[in-house]
């Protein structure tokens, strides 16, 4: 089944702390995404990989650095957490391959509050 | 510049009713993509439907299907015969068709409760 995992699901941080988002998907899919969700503005996308090495930034890439060590996992760095940061991640996964329009599927989220 | 908007921020329907959420999008270019996706009051997003802009047909999945009117870009979900496990947070997203970009643009949502 395919499957995305996010870890931790909840963290709390502090400020000027360094926090690091991980995910993991089994589905074998070439590209990786981070988005955080917050009231008022939906879904916004951080970062993204094509596949292992690989890293782009989305359309709110500052403050957050990410990395693809491997096909299964997308990390996302918050090298000095802010108050600012505070919000929900998902990470999601899908697949260009020969139907590049596949509807990415997304992990369960991690709540993160920077105090 | 790509935008998908949602204007209904909440709706409520009767169970076993039948709903249709809008979504209007923006783009230049000619062929997109357009998906539906739910979240769950648990946070939990899963997708729901997908239409391709050069598709004429709506498409259907189980009890949720599409009313596409590309001069209109519009892509409303109609869910028919609504039950309470359908109260959730529904999304609208497009996807522009451009090769090595990859983002998808979402709308901020409609609220949906069904009430017994």
């Known amino acids: 089944e395919a499957a995305v995992t996010q870890s931790p699901r909840n963290k709390v941080a502090v400020t000027g702390g360094k926090v690091t988002l991980s995910c993991n998907q089994t589905n074998n899919h070439n590209n990786m995404y981070w988005y955080r969700q917050d009231t008022g503005h939906g879904l916004r996308l951080i970062h993204y990989s094509y596949g292992a090495g690989s890293t782009e930034k989305g359309d709110i890439p500052d403050g957050y650095k990410a990395s693809r060590p491997s096909q299964e996992n997308f990390s996302l760095i918050l090298e000095l957490a802010t108050p600012s940061q505070t919000s929900v991640y998902f990470c999601?996964?899908?697949?260009?391959?020969?139907?590049?329009?596949?509807?990415?599927?997304f992990g369960e989220g991690t709540r993160l509050s920077v105090l | 510049a790509q935008k998908v908007t949602q204007t209904q921020t909440s709706i409520s329907v009767m169970e076993k009713t039948t709903v249709t959420m809008d979504c209007v999008y923006e783009?230049?270019?000619?062929?997109?993509?357009l998906f539906w996706y739910k979240q769950t009051a648990s946070g939990e997003i899963v997708f729901l439907i997908r239409?391709?802009?050069?598709?004429?047909e709506n498409a259907t999945v189980g009890h949720y299907s599409l009313n596409f009117q590309k001069p209109k870009s519009s892509i409303g979900l109609i869910i028919t015969a609504t039950q309470i496990e359908d109260s959730a947070v529904y999304f609208c997203?497009?996807?522009?068709?451009?090769?090595?970009?990859?983002?998808?643009?979402f709308g901020k949502g409609t609220s949906l409760t069904v009430i017994p």
């Open positions: 239409q391709d802009s050069y598709k004429k």
């Open positions: 997203a497009m996807r522009p068709p451009r090769t090595g970009y990859q983002n998808f643009y």
């Open positions: 783009t230049q270019d000619s062929s997109y993509f």
């Open positions: 999601a996964s899908g697949d260009a391959g020969t139907d590049n329009n596949q509807a990415p599927l």
